[in-house]
C-alpha cells in the first residue's frame, strides 16, 4: 500500500525546515546504511545527533500527530526519530530493502521498521531525477511530491532513488513500527477506514450502516494489533 500525503507539514514549516537545514553540518549519508545498501547509497545527511535533527524531528513528528491520514494508514506504535538527507547532482541510491530492525537512538531499545516515510522538503520543479522508486506487489511507482507532503509504503518494498542531474533534492526519511505487523492486514484497515469516513459523510452517526462499519473496524483491530 502506497499512501501519499499531501500537506503534511504547512509552507511555514517547510521554509523553517529548509532554513535550518541550510546551516546545518552533511556528512556522508553512508553512515547510517547498512553493509550491503551502502555499496549503492550516495547521498548527504545530517548527524542524527545534532541539535538541528533533534529540532526538526520533533517538527515532523508533530505534525504526524496531527494528521489522521498518517494514523490511518501507518496504525503507528513507535517512530523512529526523523532524519533528513540530501542529493545534490550526481548523487543517488540504488535499489534495497530497508533494514528490519533499528536501534531507537538514546532509548536502550531497538524496533521492528514496518512502514518507511519520506516527506518531501525541496519542490519538484527545483530538481530533476530524484524520483523515489518503489517496487512491490502493486507493481513499480515513481513518487516526486511537493514540498511538504509525504509518501507511506511498506518497509519490505524494494525501493531507489534515481540519480540527481540537476539541482539538489531534500527530504525527511524515517521508520515506523506499526501495531498491525501484516501489511495486509493495514491495508484492509486503511481502506475499511476510509469507507466508514465516506459512510459518515452521507450518512448519520447513528445510522446502522455507520455504526456496524465502525464495530467490525475496531474488532479487526482489537483482533491484530500488537502492543
Not at 69 to 98: E, I
Not at 130 to 149: C, F, M, N, R, S
Amino acid at each position: 500500500m502506497l499512501i501519499a500525503i499531501p500537506d503534511l507539514l504547512t509552507p511555514d514549516e517547510v521554509a523553517h525546515c529548509r532554513r535550518v537545514l541550510e546551516g546545518s553540518r552533511w556528512v556522508d549519508g553512508r553512515v547510517t546504511a547498512g553493509a550491503q545498501a551502502a555499496l549503492t547509497k550516495r547521498n548527504l545527511q545530517i548527524p542524527t545527533d545534532s541539535p538541528e535533527a533533534l529540532e526538526l524531528g520533533d517538527l515532523i513528528l508533530n505534525a504526524l500527530g496531527r494528521n489522521p491520514t498518517f494514523t490511518s494508514a501507518a496504525m503507528p506504535l513507535r517512530v523512529l526519530p526523523p532524519m533528513f538527507n540530501r542529493y545534490d547532482v550526481g548523487m543517488t541510491f540504488g535499489a534495497h530493502v530497508d533494514g528490519a530492525i533499528r536501534s531507537v537512538p538514546g532509548a536502550g531499545m531497538r524496533m521492528r521498521a514496518d512502514v518507511s516515510t519520506t516527506v518531501f522538503l525541496t519542490d519538484p520543479d527545483e530538481y530533476d531525477g530524484g524520483e523515489l522508486v518503489i517496487e512491490d506487489v502493486y507493481g513499480t511507482q515513481e513518487v516526486k511530491l511537493p514540498a511538504g507532503h509525504a509518501v507511506v509504503y511498506p518497509a519490505t518494498s524494494l525501493h531507489s532513488v534515481n540519480v540527481i542531474t540537476r539541482g539538489s533534492r531534500w527530504a525527511s526519511f524515517f521508520w515506523t513500527q506499526s501495531m498491525i505487523r501484516s501489511g495486509e492486514q493495514r491495508t484492509m484497515l486503511y481502506d475499511l477506514d476510509m469507507a466508514i469516513i465516506d459512510a459518515r459523510g452521507k450518512l448519520p452517526d447513528d445510522d446502522p450502516a455507520v455504526l456496524s462499519l465502525a464495530n467490525v473496524y475496531h474488532n479487526l483491530l482489537r483482533h491484530w494489533a500488537e502492543m
